[in-house]
């Protein structure tokens, strides 16, 4: 199995990834509950002092919950090189930050999917 969108694909959900980014540490957290994790503030600040280890490892949970294939040297190294891509790429899988995103937009997403996917 493969991700809903590619790591750049970011550019084409502007406005959730704008979301995604300008609030990490709430995406982040969202994102640690969305994978059954109990402290999700302890994965944000494990997030924002050890970015490319903590959120490797939130990225496998995120990898294994949703049964998509990779390895955690390929994480660590999106986490080190892209991380606001790879946040938005795993927002953007769990649905955790779709709320904040206007309706119209998520519509307009969501048929983007079905005649794409």
């Known amino acids: ?12 959900n502007c406005s ?3 979301i995604a980014c300008c609030v990490a540490p709430l995406s ?3 994102n640690a509950e969305a994978v059954g994790e109990a402290h999700p503030v ?3 600040i494990s997030v924002a002092g ?4 903590a959120g490797a490892l939130l ?3 995120i ?4 049964g998509i294939d990779g390895s955690f040297f390929v994480d660590v190294l999106l986490w080190m090189c892209c991380s606001p891509c790879a946040l938005c790429q795993e927002t953007i899988e769990t649905g955790t930050m779709d709320y904040l995103q206007q309706p119209e937009l998520q519509t307009i997403e969501r048929d983007v999917h079905q005649t794409t996917g």
């Open 42 to 44: 302890l994965w944000a």
């Open 1 to 12: 199995m493969t991700w809903k969108q590619g790591l750049c694909g970011c550019f084409g």
């Open 50 to 53: 050890a970015p490319c280890i």
């Open 16 to 18: 959730l990834s704008m």
């Open 59 to 61: 990225r496998g949970l």
């Open 63 to 66: 990898r294994k919950k949703k």
């Open 28 to 30: 982040i957290g969202k």
